[in-house]
């Protein structure tokens, strides 16, 4: 079973956090929640976070400069952050928000199905990298020689099997392939199809 994708909640009021975790049930995640600024930086060392949702008035620390810090750490500093204010609910803080490194702003109350829908893609955009990531890593762990077919491109695999390159990489990644045609190729084998649709 794949581990669950991991969401940091950080506000500094437990009602809010409890309420941004509801909002969000049945969406396959584990989430961590930080009722400060500082214990949510915390958890970020330990743990590989998808997105953060964060308050921006908290004591102490607040949304900003929280962001600025995980943007001055190598580790977070792509991590995805949607603030969520009831304060700062005008277009200037809004503004701030997005150039202190967030990638976006959401006003409460929350519109659930709107705050679940950006999330989504969040989830989404993180799975796919991850995906991309473990297939890299397939691809650098390979050694060796990889016995190809000079004429089909076919590979042989351990056990002496023949199969396309598709099916091959596919056993050993979540990458999926669509297929195209290079303009070489297109010209190579529908050259009069090319020649009659340029002139």
């Not at 977070?76 to 609910?89: H, M, Q």
Request: proline letters at 3%.
């Amino acid at each position: 079973m794949a581990e669950q994708v991991k969401i940091l909640m950080v506000d500094d009021r437990a009602e809010n956090l409890l309420a941004l975790e509801r909002s969000l049930e049945g969406m396959d995640i584990q989430v961590f929640k930080a009722q400060s600024g500082n214990e949510g930086l915390a958890l970020t060392l330990e743990h590989e976070f998808a997105l953060a949702l964060i308050d921006v008035q908290m004591p102490e620390m607040d949304g900003f400069e929280m962001v600025s810090l995980l943007r001055s750490n190598s580790r977070t500093r792509y991590l995805p952050v949607i603030f969520v204010s009831a304060i700062y609910s005008d277009e200037f803080y809004q503004v701030k928000g997005i150039e202190s490194g967030a990638v976006d702003f959401m006003v409460k109350p929350l519109n659930v199905k709107i705050l679940r829908g950006k999330v989504s893609v969040f989830l989404d955009l993180y799975r796919q990298r991850k995906a991309l990531e473990r297939a890299l890593d397939e691809i650098e762990t390979l050694h060796g020689l990889l016995p190809i077919c000079s004429y089909c491109k076919k590979i042989r695999d351990d056990n002496g099997y023949w199969s396309q390159v598709e099916d091959y990489i596919s056993k050993r990644s979540d990458l999926d392939f669509s297929h195209s045609i290079c303009p070489d190729c297109m010209k190579k084998h529908y050259g009069e199809l090319v020649d009659r649709e340029s002139s």
